[in-house]
């Protein structure tokens, strides 16, 4: 069974720092593209940061770009260092792995269950 678990959400100040992980199970995710998402009370969710398995590159949404980083720890973990937390960033945030195929449908998508993040003003 295929499974993402993520850890370290948690009540911080506005500013204050955390680090997000993410372990996955059941399979080799060094062909999967990781990524981590969020999604705020009444919002859809939105990606945050992707680290691609094909050269380790990684890309940001513009409103964490700065103070937020995505790094891939071993083959099945990864991480979210999440510095200068404001209270926008306040959300239940979900470690995804995507491996895509030639055909769409053959894609995987697995998605971990979150991790709830509140920054207090």
């Known amino acids: 069974q295929v499974q993402l678990v993520e850890s370290g959400g948690h009540l911080v100040q506005d500013g204050g720092s955390l680090r997000l992980s993410c372990v996955g199970s059941?399979?080799?995710?060094?062909?999967?593209?990781m990524s981590w998402y969020r999604q705020a009370p009444g919002k859809e969710r939105e990606l945050v940061a992707i680290?691609?398995?094909?050269?380790?590159?990684a890309e940001y949404a513009d409103f964490v770009k700065g103070r937020f980083t995505i790094s891939r720890d071993n083959t099945n973990t990864i991480s979210l260092q999440m510095n200068s937390l404001k209270p926008e960033d306040t959300a239940v945030y979900y470690c995804?792995?995507?491996?895509?195929?030639?055909?769409?449908?053959?894609?995987?998508?697995?998605w971990g269950q979150g991790t709830q993040v509140t920054v207090s003003s």
């Open positions: 059941g399979v080799t995710f060094s062909t999967f593209d």
């Open positions: 680290i691609f398995s094909s050269g380790g590159s």
């Open positions: 995804n792995a995507k491996r895509h195929a030639l055909s769409p449908k053959y894609d995987l998508n697995f």
